[in-house]
């Protein structure tokens, strides 16, 4: 390429003017906005000056560590030494590299679909190879414990935020070549294909050593544009702005690193934001439609990945809005409860909490999951009066609880159980073993509260004696509670 070609577009560049300005911004504000989106959805209780903070902390840490360990793909290999946000910065790149693979992988199918490729198949197969290490590298960097606790919790949310920066710096990218060609005069160069183009960079940028992104993801941009017609001079001017623009993101990012401090990792977040809610609900919503053999072993799997993935995928353990309802919960058990029932144990954290607070009691959880048994079960090794069992081993329990189960815990639990149909086939058999005066106790989130606990109320024939709804400053939820000694007329057959 000679030394013509690049002042060409040095000079088709800077006669931009102020269109100049608006690309360069355009991909600075969309890798700022980007990053601070990111954020969030890994600490959804930062406000956003302090997202911006934290992204500019995540931006400095993926390009000065491989800078540090002479590494290539962008920060793979980096747990931080003593870096408490390691596992956010990590969870962050495997969400970024997955939604990568997709995006890229989409735009190199739909430029391979427009004709102009020489060999679209060679396009897509090298997009689905670069897909493919996308994600076994975002694979790799979720490999510590912690990681998957993190990607398990708010992975749906930190899949959608990339998704979302993904496409925004494709439209930063859109945005450069839009203006230069637009000051080149040149007509008939098809914005759709220009989107494929800079969805499929996207995809070479995250797998491209660095630094500066110089080569995969470079040639992945300018290569493409002169298939669908794009002069050299004007791609290479549109790459010009790119990369300046790149540039100066990468270095607000360190200056404002250098100078502040990010927030620490919260433990007071809750677990689930209205967003994260939606689409969970969503998904177990779409399984219980299913046919009742396909539903159910739909739903012991969805599960059983998620504890594979962690053993407190809830973060029971780390939240302090988990501790201040778990308290809500042993006070309304009280200390009398002979025998107790939790429906939808977990990890177990319940468990112990009664376990300690009754020890004369006995204690029994189950789950659908038999991972999440497993680790109940393994967590509750050092209590006598504790017993985990699956939701079909009701009927084995000995006959001595028979008639004896004196409280039966629902806690963040009715959620999965759609339909009063199917929450009356998942608890009948356990109303059959409760006493006369067996205490129903109801769990959850405020907004779905009266609604899951009336219907639940109903399927088992059941009246809500009493309730009460508690003001937590991170997510208020209400406890409501059932006897078997007050019956509605009919319950749910």
Request: hydrophobic share 50%; proline share 5%.
């Amino acid at each position: 390429m000679s030394t013509w070609t690049l002042a060409d577009a040095a000079i088709l560049a800077l006669r931009s003017d102020v269109m100049l300005g608006v690309a360069a911004a355009a991909v600075v504000g969309a890798q700022a906005t980007g990053s601070a989106v990111r954020s969030r959805a890994i600490q959804p209780a930062l406000d956003w000056r302090a997202a911006f903070v934290a992204a500019a902390h995540d931006e400095t840490y993926v390009v000065k560590a491989p800078l540090r360990r002479g590494k290539w793909i962008a920060a793979i290999d980096t747990p931080v030494a003593d870096n408490d946000r390691a596992p956010q910065q990590q969870a962050q790149l495997a969400g970024v590299l997955i939604a990568a693979a997709f995006v890229g992988l989409l735009g190199a199918v739909a430029l391979a679909t427009t004709g102009h490729a020489p060999s679209p198949t060679l396009v897509v197969v090298l997009a689905s190879v670069a897909a493919t290490t996308a994600v076994l590298h975002a694979v790799r960097t979720s490999r510590s414990a912690a990681t998957r606790s993190l990607l398990t919790r708010r992975g749906v949310h930190l899949l959608a935020s990339s998704a979302f920066v993904e496409a925004n710096a494709a439209f930063a990218v859109l945005v450069s070549v839009a203006v230069v060609v637009h000051t080149a005069g040149l007509t008939g160069i098809s914005i759709v294909e220009v989107a494929a183009i800079a969805l499929a960079t996207r995809l070479a940028i995250r797998i491209t050593p660095l630094p500066g992104g110089i080569g995969l993801a470079d040639a992945a941009f300018l290569v493409p544009l002169t298939w669908i017609g794009v002069r050299i001079d004007v791609g290479l001017a549109a790459w010009l702005i790119w990369r300046a623009g790149s540039l100066i993101a990468a270095a607000a990012a360190m200056g404002i690193a250098r100078y502040t401090h990010p927030a620490p990792p919260s433990g007071d977040a809750p677990a689930t934001t209205d967003g994260g809610r939606v689409l969970h609900r969503a998904l177990f919503g779409a399984i219980s439609l299913m046919p009742l053999r396909v539903r159910d072993k739909a739903r012991r799997r969805a599960f059983n990945l998620m504890f594979y993935l962690s053993d407190d995928p809830w973060g029971y353990q780390q939240l302090g809005y988990e501790r201040r309802k778990q308290e809500s919960l042993l006070v309304e058990v009280g200390s009398s409860a002979g025998v107790i029932v939790e429906v939808g144990c977990a990890d177990g954290h319940n468990l112990i909490a009664l376990a300690r607070q009754l020890p004369a009691s006995t204690v029994i959880g189950s789950d659908v999951s038999t991972v999440a048994v497993r680790i109940a079960t393994q967590r509750t090794r050092d209590f006598s009066n504790v017993r985990v069992i699956g939701p079909e081993a009701y009927g084995e329990l000995p006959e001595s609880l028979h008639g004896r189960v004196d409280c039966i815990v629902l806690a963040e639990v009715l959620y999965y159980l759609v339909g009063e149909r199917a929450i009356h086939d998942a608890l009948a058999p356990l109303l059959r073993i409760a006493s006369e005066d067996c205490r129903v106790i109801m769990l959850h989130g405020s907004a779905d509260a009266d609604r899951l606990h009336d219907r639940a109320a109903r399927a088992l024939g059941l009246r809500v004696a009493h309730a009460r709804s508690i003001d937590d400053p991170e997510r208020p939820f209400t406890l409501a509670v059932a006897q078997t000694s007050v019956r509605r007329r009919s319950p749910c057959p």
